[in-house]
């Protein structure tokens, strides 16, 4: 066989071009996109101006001491240290070109002065239209002349894991700093976050990146960076950024009302644990355990008792606790959903009235100190599933305040069974037999206690009816 001298070093050449441009085709434009939609993205400034001068104060000093007569005069001949303002960047995107910016509620929050900038140099001073702590999201409006760049808004439904992304923000207050990196995960929640299905991406996220976009490759801005996972206060490879999606709900909110109304159940609410799944005689581990229903809420209303699985809300699986409240709080106060559950072993759909969801410091309130107010003077909440799998029924007794409940020796703890010869069944069935219990005249009540039973009269007095 005859043999060719060809050189090989051509070919070898030639083998290295060609690998060299299919691994750069298989890297996306960063730089057409950075140039294209960073003119949308602004830094912001806020600052806080002191409330009041800080008081000398001096550390506690034992009055056996030998200098504690000297150090006391010497503290307090100090003057009085002026308290020093704070500042603090943060980072945003134009979504109209009127003036409207997304950022972080984080960022501007308790600010008294909130400056924009914009790429080309100029410092615009927002209003804070609205801000909403829950989903971490505010709603900023600069006054200008111009018609202002705006970002295009993606689909946040639509993003997949392992999809390429760009961040650009103001990380350490270095404007527009671009980071590339791909989607890690979706619909994380973190734990001081329950109205929030995140987007994780190992994009470099640092401080003053949040409220920053992130773009997918298509120029649509995907998520509003929000969070960092991090020991060292810096970044991590793990950072955490707001469906774009959920962003935009609030910013509606935001703009039409300054405040944003959510639905509310209820509940709290607990995972189901294989072994917790395994003693409901579940197959699995799925849905949102119900532990405590609150008085006088939707759920109460709807007939939910402790010890109930929610496997489904308005249609939509609840595969596990997390998902329940994301759901929820997207529901329009209101309005009458379908709720799956599973009781007993058994599922069933109640129909619920989804209410708002209150204030932060009434719903911490009703959580820590259920309200007290039937005409018994008591507190009872459904019992719990070991309790009905041992063949009780009726209602438990939390709390007894002064009233004829306490007068007829009913106690925490106790489980009420039959009222005016009426078996009891759940919460909302012994609240409607309450309100139509005549006055002045004893009625007899059947009590499980300590394994036994018995009957107390109880008797309302007449002005109470």
């Known amino acids: 066989m005859q043999r060719l001298n060809t050189p090989l070093w051509p070919v070898v050449v030639l083998g290295l ?11 996306p434009d960063f730089v057409t ?17 002191p409330k009041e001068r800080l008081g000398r104060g001096h550390p506690p000093i034992p009055e056996n001491s030998p200098f504690h007569d000297y150090f006391k005069r010497f503290f307090e001949q100090m003057p ?26 984080h960022v501007v929050e308790d600010m008294d002065s909130i400056v924009v900038g914009l790429p080309d140099r100029t410092e615009l001073t927002a209003q804070v239209i609205g801000k909403d702590r829950r989903s971490d999201i505010a709603l900023l409006k600069v006054k200008t002349d111009a018609s202002l760049p705006a970002v295009k808004l993606g689909d946040s439904g639509k993003v997949k894991v392992g999809q390429w992304v760009l961040a650009i923000g103001s990380p350490f207050g270095f404007e527009r700093t671009a980071t590339q990196g791909i989607i890690s995960a979706l619909g994380r929640n973190l734990p001081s976050d329950n109205y929030v299905p995140f987007i994780q991406t190992d994009a470099a996220v640092n401080p003053g990146n949040s409220g920053g976009p992130l773009f997918n490759l298509n120029g649509e801005v995907i998520g509003v960076n929000s969070q960092i996972y991090s020991r060292s206060g810096g970044y991590q490879g793990v950072s955490f950024a707001i469906p774009i999606d959920v962003a935009m709900e609030v ?7 300054g405040k944003v109304a959510r639905g509310w159940l209820g509940v709290l609410i607990q995972e189901v644990t ?26 109460q209303a709807a007939g939910v008792k402790a010890g109930d699985i929610i496997v489904a809300f308005n249609s939509q699986p609840v595969r ?16 009458s959903v379908p709720l799956t559950v599973i009781r007993d072993g058994k599922e069933q ?25 039937n005409r018994l003077g008591l507190m009872v909440t459904d019992l719990p599933a070991d309790k009905r799998k041992k063949g009780d029924q009726g209602v438990l007794v939390k709390d007894v305040d002064e009233g004829p409940a306490a007068s007829a020796g009913i106690r925490p703890g106790d489980i009420i069974a039959r009222v005016n010869n009426v078996d009891v069944s759940d919460v909302g069935q012994f609240t409607d037999l309450v309100k ?17 039973a018995l009957f107390l009269a109880l008797t309302l007095p007449a002005e109470t009816q």
């Open 274 to 299: 294989p072994e917790l799944a395994q003693s409901f005689g579940l197959d699995k581990p799925r849905g949102a355990l119900v532990g405590q229903v609150m008085a006088d809420g939707p759920a």
């Open 251 to 257: 910013v509606d909110q935001l703009k039409t009302g």
């Open 33 to 49: 996109l950075v140039e294209q939609y960073s003119p949308a993205v602004v830094s912001i400034q806020t600052k806080s101006e």
């Open 349 to 373: 759909t109640l129909s619920v009235q989804i209410e708002q969801l209150p204030e932060e410091t009434k719903l911490q309130q009703a959580i820590a100190e259920p309200p007290i107010h």
């Open 320 to 335: 596990a606790s997390s998902d329940l409240p994301l759901i929820v709080g997207r529901t329009r106060p209101g309005t």
């Open 436 to 452: 139509q219990l005549p006055a002045g005249r004893p009625i007899p009540v059947l009590i499980k206690r300590d394994n036994g």
């Open 17 to 27: 071009l060609w690998g060299s441009l299919v691994r750069a085709a298989d890297y």
């Open 80 to 105: 009085d240290l002026p308290a020093q303002p704070r500042s603090s960047v943060g980072s945003g995107f134009i979504i109209s070109p009127d003036g409207y910016i997304v950022t972080n509620a």
